[in-house]
Structure formats: structure tokens, C-alpha cells
């Protein structure tokens, strides 16, 4: 009796996980965040928690855990139950770069983790102060560095401003000594004041210092021209050529997830990326819709893992 009893109650839960599944999600869904509340990012996370909102019917709710370049946010998700109720919304850092920056991570890029979807590329500026640093172009940067090596310095906010940094001077031939600050703000600051004449920044940082007039844009560092930018070339077009770097954020839940919980937030996400207010608000603050499934999200994991990874190694960076 007692083993027709555990075979019914075996068959009742095998049964039930499925109906379970398919009625995800059920209540709110946390969104982890591995960057502090007001930075770029975030803001972006919180445009696409509220339009998962709108998709899912139950609250999306952005937690911030921020500390090492993402990485504490991507182990929580990584150790969190794969039940679809907790995810990460990251840059590319996480699942591209920090294996190739940190000696070891406390999760796997890949392994740990279940790709939902992309949401947006995102760009870097090359900029200048022209008040101090009085060149209008790439090829006038270029070669005042290459007359003078090691005379200038260049400042990096984060270590993707500094990848892009080094694959500059790695493809340009040029020798200039990096200054890395705390986050991109105070790289500005020391930009504007002459302490350093060139910084890569983030477009979403970048575009509110233009409209200033303080500083001046130079090149972006994509494949294309930023519908923000449309006047600024790309890194190729300025002379630099197999310059293509760019960064993006997607949506990943811990791995092996009930595959209709993943059909679930993958459609809804991409219902949220492919909208035009999504569009319309990316494209405003510097960033590209980048609308994309788990596959999708995938692919340019591994693609940017190995090029990434051949910038860092190349430049000899690391964070510890």
C-alpha cells in the first residue's frame, strides 16, 4: 500500500512540475543587477523590467549588487534556484570579459548559466577635451602619439573603456600611459581638466559631456555609426582599421530552467526589445536595440569571449 501510495504521489508531482511551468510566472520575478542604482545600465534595466511587467502580469523587480565588475550578481544568479523567478540583466563583462580579467570566478560563464535573450549593443566614444588636446580627428590623435610615445596619458572609467583603449593602441601603433579611475564620471572630470587628453568612453555617459561642448567626439567604436552619433565615424572609418568593439547587455537565468519558463520570458523579452519605445529610448541615451532569443545570446557570448579575451591577453590587464 505504501508503494502504490509513493508511486502516486510520484506520478502527481511529475505531472504537476509541467502545468507548474506553464503558468510562470506566478509571482514577482527579481532581476539582479551587478552595477549601482543611477548608472547607465541601470536605467536600462529598469526600462525592461517594466515592460516585462506589462508581458508577464506579475512585478519585475531590479535588485542592484553591485561589486566586482558584475560578478557578485552573476554568482547569486548562478547558486539561485532555476525556477525562472530570479535572473540577471548584465553587460557583456560578466560573460566575456571578467574570465579573462580575474584569476578565477566563483561561477561558470556558460555552464552556470541558461541565455534568455539580447537587448542592446552599446558603443564606446573616443573623446578629447579640445581645449587641451587640440586635434580634430583620429589620424591627428594618432600621430601626436606616435611622435611623441609615452608622453600622453589616457584615462579608463571601467575595464571595457580600458579594452578599448589598448585594442587603439594595439592597432594603431601608438604608446600612451593609461590612467584607470573609479567609474567613468571622474575620468571625465580629469578629461575636461587637461590631466589626461584622451578616455574611451560609454556612449551613455559620453553623449550628455557633448551636448556640454566640453568635449569633443572622435570616433565611435562599433561596427556602425550610433543613430546618436550620426555625424561621428567609426573607429575603421577614421583610419583604424579591424577596429570593431562594442558591448551589450542581455538577459540570462541559472542554468537548466524549465524550458517553458525560458519560452516564456525569452517571447516576452523580445516583445519588450523589438517595441519602438524601447527603441526609441536606447537610441536616446546612446545604445542600439539589439533584439535577440537565447541563441541569439549565445552566439555573441562566444564570439566576444574570444575577442575579448585576445585584447586582454595582448594587453596584459587583469583587476587582481
Not at 151 to 180: C, F, H, R
Not at 202 to 230: E, H, N
Request: aromatic share 6%.
Amino acid at each position: 500500500m505504501k508503494k502504490c501510495l509513493a508511486a502516486l504521489a510520484a506520478i502527481t508531482l511529475m505531472a504537476g512540475a509541467p502545468a507548474l511551468a506553464a503558468d510562470y510566472p506566478v509571482r514577482p520575478v527579481r532581476m539582479l543587477l551587478g552595477y549601482p542604482a543611477g548608472s547607465g545600465i541601470d536605467n536600462v534595466a529598469r526600462q525592461v523590467a517594466a515592460g516585462l511587467e506589462k508581458e508577464l502580469g506579475q512585478p519585475v523587480v531590479v535588485e542592484n549588487k553591485a561589486g566586482a565588475l558584475g560578478n557578485l550578481a552573476a554568482d547569486f544568479v548562478a547558486k539561485a534556484p532555476a525556477d525562472g523567478y530570479t535572473i540577471l540583466f548584465t553587460p557583456n563583462s560578466t560573460h566575456a570579459a571578467n574570465v579573462h580579467l580575474f584569476k578565477k570566478l566563483p561561477f561558470d560563464p556558460i555552464k552556470d548559466f541558461a541565455p534568455v535573450g539580447t537587448v542592446a549593443s552599446l558603443g564606446f566614444v573616443l573623446l578629447v577635451a579640445p581645449e587641451h588636446t587640440k586635434v580634430d580627428n583620429v589620424e591627428q590623435l594618432t600621430r601626436l602619439l606616435k611622435d611623441q610615445p609615452g608622453k600622453y596619458s589616457w584615462g579608463s572609467g571601467n575595464a571595457t573603456g580600458q579594452v578599448a583603449g589598448e585594442l587603439y593602441k594595439t592597432l594603431a601603433g601608438v604608446d600612451a600611459v593609461n590612467v584607470p579611475y573609479k567609474g567613468v564620471p571622474p575620468a571625465l572630470t580629469d578629461l575636461i581638466g587637461g590631466r589626461v587628453s584622451f578616455l574611451f568612453a560609454d556612449a551613455t555617459l559620453a553623449i550628455p559631456q557633448l551636448k556640454g561642448g566640453r568635449v569633443k567626439a572622435l570616433a565611435v567604436t562599433g561596427s556602425k555609426r550610433p543613430t546618436s552619433l550620426p555625424d561621428v565615424p567609426t573607429m575603421a572609418e577614421a583610419g583604424v582599421k579591424g577596429y570593431d568593439l562594442a558591448g551589450w547587455f542581455g538577459i540570462f537565468l541559472p542554468a537548466n530552467p524549465p524550458e517553458a519558463v525560458r519560452k516564456t520570458l525569452s517571447a516576452a523579452l523580445l516583445k519588450v526589445t523589438s517595441s519602438p519605445e524601447m527603441a526609441r529610448f536606447l537610441r536616446g541615451i546612446g545604445a542600439e536595440p539589439l533584439s535577440g532569443g537565447p541563441d541569439d545570446l549565445a552566439r555573441v557570448v562566444a564570439v566576444d569571449t574570444e575577442k575579448w579575451g585576445r585584447i586582454i591577453r595582448a594587453a596584459g590587464m587583469s583587476v587582481e
